[in-house]
């Protein structure tokens, strides 16, 4: 499912991080899931961001075990 371009870290909009700050290198199951959803949602409302909240779900969903 890797059918996608790879993300630019320079030309991203994250919020900027101290020097001294970690990211988390993992989600957890949970967390996963309900990022899941928030994709899912914006998505099915067919916005400018839906393109690209679809390309995610899809590839966070083909990564993690279903919640059932």
């Given at each position: 499912?890797?059918?996608?371009d790879p993300?630019?870290?320079d030309s991203?909009?994250?919020a900027?991080?101290?020097d001294t700050a970690q990211?988390?290198?993992e989600l957890t199951l949970e967390e996963a899931?309900?990022?899941?959803?928030?994709?899912v949602a914006v998505t099915q409302?067919?916005?400018?961001?839906?393109?690209?909240?679809?390309?995610?779900?899809?590839?966070?969903a083909a990564r993690i075990?279903?919640?059932?």
């Open positions: 499912m890797d059918d996608y993300l630019d870290g991203t909009l994250f900027p991080l101290a990211r988390l290198a899931h309900d990022l899941l959803a928030l994709l409302e067919g916005g400018s961001m839906s393109v690209q909240a679809d390309r995610l779900a899809r590839e966070i075990p279903s919640e059932n």
